[in-house]
């Protein structure tokens, strides 16, 4: 079995005016839809960020990857990873980029999208599920949380492209339980997490307390502003929170760097507070990890496969995190349903990661999915392992010609949080870290 | 596929008098050979630790393994950890067990035998070379050393059973030269490690320079006196031997604990002195990787598939190399060819390992080899990984029943180098750390 083409779609799928630090959403997010299709007609599939420079990245490895034994990933690695510009370990730590545009990750980012895909091909040849050709699931099923957003109101899409949204303008506390309760009752979740770092502190710490007193203390809370607070407003809202966090939740990115968080650890600690700190900005990649330890900045890491480096480096991260006594949990960006296969597929094969991943899936509509049957389902907050090869989904191409037309009408090519905010909210807005 | 039965094979092999700092090696080594066959009739096989306890520690997960799915090694790890005694890392860190019979590390052992079975199955069903299942190789051949060991004359076996010994008596430094020259030639070996902790450590320090004035700078030495040493006769033997062993080379568990070596570690470098501190008896499960690296007490982690967890667990602990900056060889027991083609997938797929791995197999002979077709062969001191699938080896079922029968006729069950000392060369003799 040998890949004899790699063929590439980029889509552009609706997405509402979520917030977050780093501005507004646009009305359509990119994604890359990746497939490797063998010599013996069975083609594997992944989905990847988008745009130009994911495209790009993936257009350069086309003669490495057509012609290669997709089993030999190890290799492929290398090779990729020669090809990368490897900057130090200090370098790779920042704040300003959304976690997976970081242009010293590409590599990462192009392994994996190329990696899932060869794994999910090798799983179809073998009539195997993804998760049981790397070692084997350590669970059946995926929990994932509710991720809350502050948005404007409206969804995503425009013109005649428009998406109608179910949750309205959520910019109270009010409207995030709303909304809360909406994403529950619909989806079953078990873990919240709202995406701060938009409001004032004090309304963002009264939405969590809201959550709290209308949730109960079984569902787990989580909060993060991307890095929006300085050590002194983490410290505060950390201690705010104490009770609400501190009870299987996590405080994530509340400052930005990891000697920041290492700051706002030693501080809460010497308050007998010990909340920990989740991170996905201060710490993206493995030469990140040992530094996390060293200083105690993060006790969470945020796990990604699609920025980590696919499936294996999943894994690695969760040997890494069981062996260093650190906690893991998963990062999203916007997807769709073959990204959600890959990250469940992930999760399962993970045994440090212990708490619900974040997923965007609510915030997309099936209009945009470009999986065969539709949107994928949940059952009381998890992504069930199917009984299926590979990763468990097959394209609809339909949907995905579709995705790509919708692509090529729009005018950008790369995500800019700030310029849509600036378009839509105020002219002058900029990035300021910390915020408050 | 599921596991219709467990078959385990009790060996004895010939083993010549060995010396090191644990005693003597009894005239047969225990074994033992593992099979695992499908419902599809494939049989896959592996090579583990010999005599009761390992055998014991194999029944007592036979329930468990007999009716499983192959590819759920995960949940079958995670099964066994759960039976496993767990003790606080420190207490795991010991200096008087052989490598590999640690009773806290059963687990590991166990589940590595099971692992390695299971993975020869897969590839034997799939058509495909063990290393190229978990992930791929990142190399299609593996440097071993010439793995030299003071000796008494003869061979191994007994009785009317003896081998033929083409070594002789090795206890001087022209002696572990002329071994030396014997190994290089019939096999290719590229580097050199010798056992030491035998002799007074002036004359392994002669044996060293005669090592270096025979081969040259191109052959990195290696010396392993397996704790004998205090701390300053560690620093004075690395200080003595600085020039043979900071050359690709490494000074190997001078003294006993990771605290020791890193008293080493700190006096060598406080000379200008960076020849690197190996070990796999300071470290020798994941709970002790991190205290390394923080103390510095060693560089390079003498990984082994038997008794680190597996194939899995070697890419672990390449992963955990790579991220922490630790330096990775390859330790080795008294083996047979089905654990050098397993230790051979294994380092094909750890990009960390760059050290050529200790073998014992230039000490075994064909009669007790136990696959078809015979020894193992080496190329230019390597082993080529087969193409064929799982491990490229199948079992000589005539050779593993002489192999039982041995066994049988043997009235040990249990490794003791202490005692063979004591019955061979000074009935008063006892492990003394430091002894010099």
Request: proline content about 6%; overall charge negative.
């Amino acid at each position: 079995m040998k890949i004899k083409q790699l063929k590439l779609h980029p889509i552009a799928v609706a997405d509402g005016p979520l917030r977050s630090s780093y501005g507004l959403h646009a009305p359509y997010a990119l994604r890359t839809i990746v497939e490797v299709v063998t010599t013996d007609g069975i083609t594997g599939i992944s989905e990847t960020y988008g745009g130009d420079g994911p495209v790009a990245a993936l257009e350069s490895v086309r003669s490495r990857v057509e012609g290669m034994d997709p089993f030999q990933l190890t290799a492929f690695r290398q090779y990729i990873n020669a090809q990368a510009v490897e900057a130090a370990g200090g370098a790779r730590s920042q704040t300003w980029l959304v976690p997976g545009e970081n242009p010293l990750d590409t590599h990462a980012r192009t392994f994996a999208a190329i990696e899932v895909a060869c794994l999910d091909a090798i799983g179809k040849a073998l009539g195997r599920p993804l998760c049981d050709l790397v070692g084997g699931r350590c669970r059946d099923r995926v929990p994932y949380s509710a991720y809350l957003f502050y948005k404007h109101a409206g969804g995503g899409g425009m013109g005649d492209d428009v998406r109608e949204d179910e949750y309205g303008e959520i910019l109270t506390p009010e409207a995030v339980v709303r909304s809360c309760k909406q994403m529950v009752a619909q989806y079953g979740f078990k873990e919240i997490k709202l995406k701060g770092g938009v409001l004032p502190p004090e309304e963002e710490i009264a939405a969590i307390r809201a959550l709290r007193q209308e949730f109960g203390p079984k569902y787990p809370l989580r909060i993060d502003p991307n890095c929006a607070w300085s050590i002194d407003t983490s410290v505060h809202v950390g201690e705010s929170l104490k009770g609400e966090l501190s009870d299987g939740g996590y405080l994530e990115d509340p400052c930005a760097a990891i000697e920041g968080m290492a700051e706002v650890r030693r501080r809460l600690l010497a308050n007998g507070n010990d909340t920990p700190l989740a991170s996905n900005v201060a710490t993206t990649c493995f030469a990140h990890v040992p530094v996390a330890k060293e200083t105690d900045g993060v006790q969470i890491i945020l796990s990604d496969p699609h920025y980590w480096g696919g499936i294996g480096a999943q894994q690695k991260l969760s040997d890494l995190c069981e062996v260093l006594g650190l906690g893991m949990s998963m990062h999203s960006n916007n997807h769709l349903g073959v990204s959600l296969m890959t990250m469940t597929h992930a999760a399962a094969v993970c045994p440090a990661l212990t708490y619900a991943c974040d997923t965007h899936y609510p915030w997309q509509t099936s209009v945009d999915e470009v999986i065969v049957g539709g949107r994928v389902q949940f059952e009381k907050g998890c992504v069930v392992i199917p009984d299926k090869p590979g990763l468990g989904v097959e394209l609809d191409y339909d949907q995905v010609a579709r995705g790509e037309e919708r692509y090529k009408k729009l005018p950008y090519r790369k995500r800019d949080d700030e310029a849509e905010m600036c378009k839509h909210v105020d002219p002058n807005w900029k990035r300021i870290l910390p915020r408050w």
